[in-house]
């Protein structure tokens, strides 16, 4: 069984950096994408960042410049950097693992529990 686990929020002042760790317990496919997506409050989830086994590396628009998407491929472990937080990234964080990047949401197969990162101005 794939299990997904996220750690690493918190809370932190605006200007801050939090880095999120997602363990995984095992390769769901021998090539897939590993993804951030962040739920904030009101709002609908959101693609944060995707990377696949290739390398190849996607940042959501509200990301760009500012998040950084890495992962441990033989440790199945991938990282989210987010330096420059402001009140805007307040949201919960959710690791994710699908057999292709750019598919819809709602057809990921796998899904961590969420961590929470909250921004104080």
């Known amino acids: 069984q794939v299990k997904l686990v996220e750690s690493g929020g918190g809370s932190v002042q605006s200007g801050g950096s939090v880095r999120l760790s997602c363990t995984i317990s095992?390769?769901?496919?021998?090539?897939?994408?590993l993804a951030w997506f962040r739920q904030r409050p009101g709002k609908e989830r959101e693609m944060v960042a995707q990377i696949d086994t290739n390398g190849a590396i996607k940042y959501g628009d509200s990301a760009k410049g500012r998040f950084t998407i890495s992962q441990d491929h033989d440790k199945n472990i991938l990282w989210l950097q987010m330096d420059t937080l402001n009140a805007e990234d307040t949201a919960t964080y959710y690791c994710?693992?699908?057999?292709?990047?750019?598919?819809?949401?709602?057809?990921?197969?796998?899904w961590g529990q969420g961590t929470q990162v909250a921004v104080s101005s």
């Open positions: 095992k390769s769901p496919y021998a090539h897939y994408c």
């Open positions: 994710t693992a699908d057999l292709y990047c750019n598919g819809a949401t709602a057809a990921i197969p796998y």
